[in-house]
């Protein structure tokens, strides 16, 4: 009798109508097969096998380098399920226009099978997933960054417990792409892109907005946070998750070199994007990183800011989107080293400074996680790693201050709900606009995020020893316009803090949005920085937040009454301590 799997396998074949299907193991030589089809494709190269053995640049159509949130929509059986911060369509119509996309869309290619695992394999909170694909690259790319193939297959067996999601590239017109999720199927279906997190659907698109889905229906967490541990003297290691919106610097901050390892301060990288977290026996929220890749930005990205990375992307790693020097190199803005001559840029074309920046700036690497000098031990421990501390965080240029600890759960959910930050070139559309991003998961969360927030207040009350929650701002600036705090390996001093205040330590003064470290309470030993600066960094203005106050409830509204009421009285509970804070 055919499995599951093979049903679903066949059903979408009738469909797409390949010319033939290749069910993937996940080998070695299977991938250098996959590389071999993108190399004869033409759009991707092989770079310096000296200098970068194993590593491949890949380049996207020009009208396909990010996610586009405009065209990705939650097909939930009504409007209300999927909320007002999703694009929504209803599942039928959804089936027939993008199925009509669909339909033989694969004549002449071949349909990859491509089993995976999300999370360690040995572990209980992983899950299986299964995408069928006519995209070598995305192959390639899923090989990286799950575990995938045979291990996958072994693990599913004949279950159905899987989740489906059938990608094809169509002729990648942008009136033609639809990424659409069916949360009540757990199914998902992308069309017209190859690229990241519209193309490799273990990522946004299965571990979060339908993992949301799940975690919600069965009491776990499904998270767009990194997973870090702080080493601190004498070796023990403190687990948090924090939560920035994409291309916010959450793969530099899980990498750190922490500019305090001299006193003991170590950072260990357990994951750089997403969280899966279940109520362990220990009474600790227990996360697992169900990602074995880091699917990072690379402009900016260099041995300044992240060596780690830098160490590790020399080998066996696909690049997307970069520019590549006369010694077939990749090479971005932010490397470190100003562009050399005879660049190509990320076009493909000769470079020059007319042109605009040689990578893209969504440019990325694909790199296995495990080729990271700071990999923690414990990366892939099948009962997770416990989590002492939630970090949310944003650009701000203003208002936000370098860190804060919430008062408690609820304020701590509230902290997160009215996150906001300036927009990056990780999605398409404006950059540096401020967009509120509730816990960096506006583009991620499957369903209402009114029922996304009740659901945390609802997991504060059950986990015994619920994470302390922070919001840290390493991008505040002057009146200049010029960054106030160094940020990068500095950003251990904030950690070491939060750390202390985990333990119970660490000087505080109390604000009416919480606390913040008292103006001794950062360790800022071998730091260049001004007490003015320093205050600045900590102050937290009231005509500011007035501002800010108003914009959240301006976004709330939008919820109407599907917002916890918990939601609303931290909103007037803050008001309030502003007023007792500052008397008319
Ligand atoms: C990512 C993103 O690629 O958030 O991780 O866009
Ligand atoms: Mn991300």
Redesign the pocket.
């Known amino acids: 009798m055919a499995s599951p799997l093979e049903n679903w396998v066949d059903e979408t074949a009738r469909l797409t109508k390949p010319d033939r299907v290749v069910y993937c193991d996940g080998s070695e030589a299977e991938y250098q097969r996959m590389v071999g089809e993108m190399l004869r494709g033409g759009d991707s190269v092989t770079l310096n096998e000296k200098t970068y053995p194993n590593c491949h640049l890949h380049r996207s159509s020009p009208n396909d380098v990010a996610r586009t949130e405009h065209l990705t929509f939650i097909c939930s059986a009504t409007k209300d399920a999927a909320g007002p911060t999703n694009n929504w369509m209803d599942p039928e119509g959804a089936k027939n226009r993008v199925g009509e996309l669909l339909d033989g869309a694969m004549r002449g290619r071949t349909m990859y099978v491509v089993p995976y695992i999300l999370g360690p394999a040995s572990s209980p909170l992983s899950k299986v997933g299964v995408e069928a694909t006519d995209s070598p690259y995305v192959v390639a790319s899923m090989r990286i960054m799950s575990r995938m193939g045979k291990v996958a297959t072994e693990r599913l067996g004949s279950s159905s417990d899987f989740v489906p999601g059938l990608h094809s590239l169509g002729d990648l017109d942008p009136l033609r792409r639809y990424i659409v999720h069916f949360p009540e199927e757990k199914l998902i279906w992308s069309v017209g892109s190859g690229y990241g997190g519209n193309a490799l659907l273990g990522k946004k698109c299965f571990a979060l907005r339908i993992a949301s889905v799940m975690a919600r229906e069965q009491g776990w967490m499904a998270e ?1 946070m990194l997973i870090l541990g702080l080493e601190s003297p004498g070796g023990k290691v403190t687990y948090m998750g924090a939560a920035f919106p ?1 291309a916010c610097g ?1 793969t530099n901050l899980a990498m750190m070199v922490s500019t305090l390892e001299s006193q003991g301060y170590r950072v260990w990288t357990v994951g750089d ?1 997403i969280a899966w977290m279940k109520i362990a026996e220990d009474g600790y929220l227990h996360a697992i990183n169900p990602e074995a890749g880091f699917f990072g930005v690379a402009p900016g990205t260099g041995m300044k800011t992240n060596p780690n990375v830098m160490g590790a992307l020399t080998k066996n790693t696909l690049f997307t989107n970069t520019a590549m020097t006369a010694s077939r190199e990749p090479w971005w803005e932010g490397i470190g080293d100003p562009p050399p001559a005879g660049l190509i840029n990320w076009k493909g074309e000769p470079w020059d400074s007319s042109k605009g920046p040689a990578a893209h700036p969504n440019a990325r690497y694909t790199v296995p996680a495990n080729q990271s000098p700071s990999i923690s031990p414990q990366w892939e421990a099948s009962e997770g790693v416990p989590i002492s501390a939630f970090i949310f965080g944003g650009r701000r240029a203003r208002t936000a201050p370098l860190v804060y600890e919430s008062f408690d759960w609820q304020h701590g959910v509230f902290v997160g709900a009215t996150m906001a930050s300036e927009t990056t070139a990780a999605a398409t559309g404006d950059v540096g606009v401020t967009r509120r991003d509730p816990m960096a998961m506006l583009p991620f969360c499957g369903y209402n995020m009114a029922d996304y927030f009740s659901h945390w207040l609802a997991m504060g009350k059950k986990i015994p020893k619920p994470p302390k929650i922070f919001h840290v701002n390493w991008f505040r600036r002057d009146a200049d316009g010029k960054f106030l705090w160094p940020g990068y390996g500095e950003n251990v001093r904030v950690l070491k803090w939060i750390l202390e205040r985990v333990e119970g330590r660490g000087a505080a003064q109390e604000t009416p949005i919480g606390y913040v470290p008292a103006i001794n309470g950062l360790t800022l030993d071998g730091l260049k920085i001004s007490d003015e600066a320093l205050r600045e960094l900590l102050r937290v203005n009231p005509e500011d937040w007035e501002a800010e106050m108003d914009d959240t409830k301006d976004f709330f509204t939008k919820f109407g009454d599907r917002l916890p009421d918990a939601i609303r009285q931290e909103h007037e509970k803050l008001a309030r301590r502003f007023q007792r804070a500052v008397p008319a």
């Open positions: 767009h994409s959450k994007d």
